[in-house]
Structure formats: structure tokens, C-alpha cells
Nanobody, 123 residues
Framework: QVQLVESGGGLVQAGGSLRLSCAAS????????VGWFRQAPGKEREFVAT????????YYSESVKGRFTISRDNAKKTGYLQMNSLKPEDTAVYYC????????????????WGQGTQVTVSS
């Protein structure tokens, strides 16, 4: 019902910035949360941020709060993750995901996932 394609990853120096995009298609995202997750080699998948599509309410993990900003463009049906002050420990494959927002914030239970985009932060 929801298809997601993320893009915008790449190689960046520590302290730099990247903006990830998550293009959605299929049904309307009203009533959904769209989140960002990341997974580094040998580590578990980690919640990064989420946004309640209809209201724009946001929620962040403590590790990225103040550095990352999640947003969405309703007309383009696209979510974004602006990443500033990047650190080597931010290196991971980043995924966007969507789920019906039954509670808030929602950090688990996402049903639809993009293919992932690699973010590498050099030191």
C-alpha cells in the first residue's frame, strides 16, 4: 500500500551535512508515521527519527537530537532527514519506513521499508 524509495546518501567528512529523501507512493500518508532507521555493520538496527504525517509532529532519538531534522513535503509526498554535524558513528545504511500511527511516538512496528541508502562519515 506504501512504497518508499530513499536517496541522498554518500560520503561526507565529519562535521558535514547530508539530506536524505524518502519518496513515497501508493496510498495517502494521512494517519501514518514515517520514520528513519539506520544499521551499521555488525550492529542492530537503530531508530533515528519519526514524523506524524498529518500533524508534522516529530520525535528523535537522543543520539541525533539537535543535529538531525525530520520533515515532509506533502505536495511531493516526500520525507526528508536533514543531517548536520555528522560524526563517524553516524555511518550506517539509512532506511525510511512507514506505518499506521496508532500511538505516538511510534518507534517500532513499521510495515513498509525502503531499500536503504549508505551514509559514510569519514574522520
Amino acid at each position: 500500500q506504501v512504497q518508499l524509495v530513499e536517496s541522498g546518501g554518500g560520503l561526507v567528512q565529519a562535521g558535514g551535512s547530508l539530506r536524505l529523501s524518502c519518496a513515497a507512493s501508493g496510498r495517502t500518508l494521512s494517519g501514518y508515521a514515517v520514520g528513519w532507521f539506520r544499521q551499521a555493520p555488525g550492529k542492530e538496527r537503530e531508530f533515528v527519527a519519526t514524523i506524524r504525517w498529518i500533524t508534522g509532529a516529530t520525535y528523535y532519538s537522543e543520539s541525533v537530537k539537535g543535529r538531525f531534522t525530520i520533515s515532509r513535503d506533502n505536495a511531493k509526498k516526500t520525507g526528508y532527514l536533514q543531517m548536520n554535524s555528522l560524526k563517524p558513528e553516524d555511518t550506517a545504511v539509512y532506511y525510511c519506513a512507514a506505518r499506521a500511527a496508532s500511538t505516538w511516538p511510534v518507534i517500532n512496528g513499521y510495515d513498509y521499508w525502503g531499500q536503504g541508502t549508505q551514509v559514510t562519515v569519514s574522520s
